[in-house]
């Protein structure tokens, strides 16, 4: 039976991660609300340790949960993620949500060749015989132009290329036609040109299955390339979210603007000094009451110490988590 296409894809609210170590416990995140659509991709942007992955990961219930305090919601096409027992969650990865690993050597058994991990992959969750999957393994490489597919399917992963890879992981991703496609940081470890060609190929598949894609980015570049939407992270809290070109355009929260100012530009002096963001990200086992990002601002006052701010629309879909609005415009 068809799901009802007004149910998000993916629906977070309230999401709490808290890591408990040796010491104080880390808040990785703070009450972060996404909502994401059949068919939109949502970029998550923001310096490494805001909340990113773990946000992603949350989405499939990843963390160790002797380790781990989750708390709030998270919706997968209407299925609520926390609560699932194990069998339910296996049956929901790669079947209704799938991720890409930001280092698929990583992420393959080295054991196996890759084309046999995809294979049983499909087993798994398709009722098909071995033939069956194996063809559809064979469709898939050709579907991210993996040269060489057949012979491909016989390689193990670190016989691959980092592009080469990458793909195969996209391939793997897709084995079981999932709804909700995750991806972790899918390019970092790629050279420039592979990873316009990775972009280029997730925004293909997007739009010809109908794909809703998050994915973790500190490359702004790269969220233009793909998103449509964007989701700007700091301290574990969204502090910013919008249309992508709306936020690249008109940003209102100071951590977007000074985000976005650090970015070094084609025409960029390479004698000039790198524009940087002064101070460092508070430490997320002692976050402060108010504003995360109150140290390092520039349009800070003494309210915004103590105060947590909450969001404000300021255009449509476009919206902000500053007191400190009118003074960013």
């Known amino acids: 039976m068809p799901e009802p296409t007004d149910i998000p894809a993916v629906e977070i609210r309230g999401l709490t991660v808290r890591f408990l170590t040796g010491g104080a416990p880390i808040d990785a995140v703070n009450g972060v609300d996404l909502s994401v659509r059949r068919g939109e991709v949502v970029a998550l942007i923001g310096e490494s340790g ?30 609520e993620v926390l ?47 071995r033939e069956a999957a194996r063809a ?31 793909r195969a992981m996209i391939a793997l991703a897709l084995a079981c036609n999932p709804h909700v ?20 190929l997730l925004r293909e598949l997007q739009r010809d299955l109908g794909l809703a894609i998050v994915f973790v980015t500190h490359d702004i570049g790269a969220a233009v390339e793909v998103a449509d939407r964007v989701a700007v992270m700091y301290a574990g809290r969204i502090v910013e979210t919008g249309p992508v070109r709306e936020v690249l355009r008109a940003p209102r929260h100071p951590y977007t603007v000074a985000l976005l100012g650090s970015r070094v530009h084609g025409g960029f ?27 390092r601002c520039s349009q800070a006052q003494a309210e915004c110490r103590t105060r947590q701010p909450e969001p ?18």
């Open 181 to 200: 496609l995750l991806a972790d940081e899918p390019t970092t470890a790629l050279d420039a040109t592979v990873q316009i060609q990775i972009l280029l």
């Open 136 to 166: 559809r393994a064979l469709a898939l490489f050709e579907r991210v132009r993996i040269p060489s597919p057949e012979r491909r399917l016989q390689n193990y992963p670190h016989e691959m290329s980092g592009g080469m890879r990458q």
């Open 50 to 79: 805001s909340g990113k992955s773990v946000t992603l990961r949350s989405v499939m219930a990843l963390h160790a949960a002797a380790r781990t305090r989750i708390g709030g919601s998270v919706k997968v096409a209407g299925r």
């Open 269 to 295: 002096d390479p004698d000039a000094r790198l524009p940087v963001i002064p101070g460092s990200p508070p430490d997320c086992a002692a976050l402060p009451p108010g504003c995360a990002f109150a140290e």
């Open 83 to 129: 609560t699932m027992a194990r069998r339910e969650l296996a049956d929901l990865r790669g079947a209704t949500v799938s991720m890409i690993f930001q280092e698929p050597l990583l992420a393959f058994d080295p054991v196996y060749t890759v084309g046999e991990q995809i294979i049983e992959t499909i087993l798994r969750h398709e009722k098909v015989g």
């Open 312 to 329: 404000v629309s300021v255009g449509p879909q476009h919206q902000a988590r500053c007191l400190r609005i009118s003074a960013v415009a």
